[in-house]
């Protein structure tokens, strides 16, 4: 596969465009290992900008990092009762810790080396966070413990796709202990809103924020909030997730603690976490036929910028122009629009803080600037930036969108304060077309034929908001005859009157409210 | 075992000490898995100090970071002949990937879920990395590949110790790929010359640069360059190494490029590491019976400001002036000392960059004054600032060194210029001071009865320079003896005569020059 064949079209296959992109766009790789990836420098570097943006939110509200073992006692997953059914189905288990030669000079497991109790990879990490905050939470002068963890973790999927779900995965867990159920549930809230803010503002994705049903709740979990996307293809994807644990890992550890009168409690958990799995939301939600589309607060490269001429003396001219430029672009520091107004604020956050332009200058002589044009749409370069022998002529440089594809020519003294306009107008400009898009793929749905129907292709269908009877059989019957899921009751009613009594789209018995059903990734 | 008991005294025992220390300084506790660690947030704010700084110079120095699968087919690890000799002994064996309940409701491992071929945990990454180069490298102008990954890696240690040797650790591993050997020799002696800064000017470590011998080359290398420590109580500590892998791993994994003028070649391959035992090092290096000396450019907390007063009214007066103060602190760059001259200097590395000061404002009311002492005495913060009733009368501030005990009484106006020169004499005054420890403890011995007499001992003896035949033999037969072990053959001889021919202290036999031995971590 060459990169110059181009992607399949989103309209043709939105799965295969993904793909193609992924790989052309030197995102990521399969890994030898069934289900695994590689994350290739070009898409590692959204990972790091992601986790530079978060680590500073987790920061900025109280957190501190720390790093618990990969390698979990089997007999852990087993003490809290929920969580054991949820994640042993999908555990990587080691069992020996050893290999040696055979007889024959071949590599074998060493059946000596068997371990005593055998050890899963972490699918998650609160069975052996709640076993170690069991020494480090006595009193209520402990409280709160706000932890996070970036770590890799495993979940043995069936079914993978690059970013969206593999085997092994990339992500940070924050897990915090709490005196009373209200510190709990603020936290949670305050860390999904942490995770709305990152998603509209960095990623540019607009989400849905709710909580989800029990049967799509974390198992181990009083109850779970989400953040949820909406991507092209009209297919949901859960982008985050924060849980009450209330005091369920506590019981299931022991972790009690002294209350302030002299009583002894057990504390109150959150969990929360975002993976890479962003990177794929990201890539789904903005990228076009050419190749990625990436939000400015999150591209490795903000700015490229293609100096050309036919021969040295002219290059010389036009390469000297492009440095000079190059320089001058990352010194400055670019702060991009506000973010997105709140309905449950988080204090601590700073706004939007500035920072040097990423720009590369392309001066590859064997590639034309066709093939560079090329390149640097697949890779998804914000503004490019072309500087030729006549353009250094008439004291102007031309500055072309990736987002819309918009060229203008501008003098050359103005190129950096108009780049500057440009990476602010594609960061809100790539915000409001995701959620243009989501705006026309919701729609109310109360019938059963409507709702039937609103599910009848393979593909995505939008958000559908529609009555539900509020049981796990209802959803089970419709997840089996439409692959449709509870997405989840959103904070704020997508429609007027979503959250006034009706029927059930499906069971014809009595609703609370709609809910929001869809396709999922 | 509460914190207020003191450490084990170094003269008594100085891994007790060690132990201690971590443990008391809140560094990092035992993990329920054998030879496993929890790193705590305190220890992990200095792994993530030192990984902003590394990476930084990696970044500088032209390198991406890229993130490549935990688990590796078995197969692989049998693909480069030594690499598998020095590696299979110590592999964690993933053999399953699920679990079930068994008839009475326990956990088992669900046997029909056999992985076809086990999969190891990695413990370094040449052999995946360099299966996806095959695709990666094509032609010359795909080379130099300048890759790095920050990962977890699993190495089954029969003994461990608190961050210098536990069976899962963090580190980065860098893995380029060149067209010729000298290019790799040059990245290879490039990235050494980076750790060297690294461990010098940020730690405060001095380290020796030089080569391995055979028997402690990496299982692979062509030959391995190493940086190596001398701590406290003697004994060495090998604190980064740096891989020329000649073609090894391309003929074992077929990488072959295509040259300039059309021929085909194996690639030329580097690799080098450090990781979280640098952590442990730097503690051993500087830290006292107080608890964690840290060089400032990597302690969590560089400045803690204590406001005192026994009532509201005097405590507000002395919260706002340490709050002034902390503002101002965090608004001010400190640049520190200049980077140590360089042997070997690389062009791209920037001197020190000056960042904001790292402040705490301790305002705990139910701890005395004296608990505050012992307790950033214990976590190493730099400089401790007393701001009490009297103080603030006289328009004061008490500024105490963490490394000499040292106080002074300054102005409060005066107070930030001050910290600032503080920390600059303290980062160059344990670098100083550890330079000085290794002078003293390094010696020249030329009989065999002198180097027996200076491993007698259990403990560490410095670093010995003595003739030595060259033969793996008389290295193993040290080893087993006298439990020292080569640390390197240094790039800079230690005395003016350790290159002169001479005859082995052990067997008598012709040696071309002195090398360095020592008792190792």
Redesign the interface.
Known sequence: MSAKDGLTPRATNFPDWYNDLVLKAGLA?Y???RG??????HG??I??LMQRALDDMFKATGH???????????????KEAAH?EGF??????????????DDKG??I?DPEAKLEE????RPTSET?IW??YR?WIQSY?DLPVL?NQW??V?R?ERRTRLFLRT??F?WQEGHTAHATFDDAEIESRRMLEVYRVFAEDFMGVPVLTGIKTESEKFAGADHTYCIEALVQDGKAIQAGTSHHLAQNFARAFDVQFQTQDGGREYVYATSWGVSTRLVGTMIMAHSDDKGLVAPPRLAPVQVVILPMGRDEEIRSKTYAAADAMAGELRRSLWRGPDFTPSEYPVEELVGPVPSPIRVKVDKRE?ESPGVKFYEWELKGACVRVEIGPRDLEAGTCVLARRDTGEKITVPLGDAVSEIDRLLTEIQSGLHARAFAFRQESTRIVNTKAEFEAAFEGEGGAGLVCAHWDGTAETEAMIAEKLRATIRCIPFVPLNADDNEPGVCVMTGNPSKQRVVFARAY
């Open positions: 790789d890994a030898p290992v695994c990836m590689i994350i290739k420098p590692y570097a990972w790091e501190e990092n720390a790093y618990f073992p990969l390698m979990i006692p089997k007999s852990f997953l087993s054991v042993a189905k999908e555990c990587a288990v080691v069992t020996h810790y050893r290999l040696k030669l071949a590599v497991v055998e050890m899963i990879l052996v076993d170690a020494t002068r932890v770590a890799n495993i043995w085997t092994e990339l064997k």
